[in-house]
């Protein structure tokens, strides 16, 4: 099993940059897709960006490719969202999911796919 904890959230002007890091726990924390998701007020959770155990396979939400990317160090147990030309319209709670596969290049993209979710790091902003 891994835990995985947010950080690196907060308030940022619209064009600014921001990287989020998700450190998780657990010796075989290389062995498990990971992914962010993301949730507004009044909206549901949608799918961000995710990232194959092998870190060789990664997927993106069309409304933040070319300005997001994520990666993962493994001898760190942690992956990175690195943000940029935030945009108003990607103010939400941003939350990182684990999900333990067998198979190194798989990526996956839906919140029901994933067993652990870490508990989510705001990010705001400004226009």
């Known amino acids: 099993q891994v835990q995985p904890v947010e950080s690196g959230g907060g308030l940022v002007q619209a064009g600014g940059s921001l990287r989020l890091s998700c450190a998780a726990s657990?010796?075989?924390?290389?062995?498990?897709?990971m992914g962010w998701f993301r949730q507004a007020p009044g909206k549901e959770r949608e799918f961000v960006a995710a990232i194959s155990w092998s870190g060789g396979s990664t997927y993106y939400a069309d409304s933040v490719k070319g300005r997001f990317t994520i990666s993962r160090d493994n001898a760190k147990n942690t992956v990175y969202l690195q943000m940029n030309s935030l945009k108003p319209e990607d103010t939400a709670v941003y939350y990182c999911?684990?999900?333990?596969?067998?198979?190194?290049?798989?990526?996956?993209?839906?919140?029901?796919?994933?067993?652990?979710w870490g508990q989510g790091t705001q990010v705001t902003v400004s226009s």
């Open positions: 657990g010796r075989t924390f290389s062995s498990y897709a």
């Open positions: 999911a684990a999900e333990f596969t067998v198979v190194p290049g798989m990526v996956k993209l839906k919140p029901n796919q994933y067993d652990y």
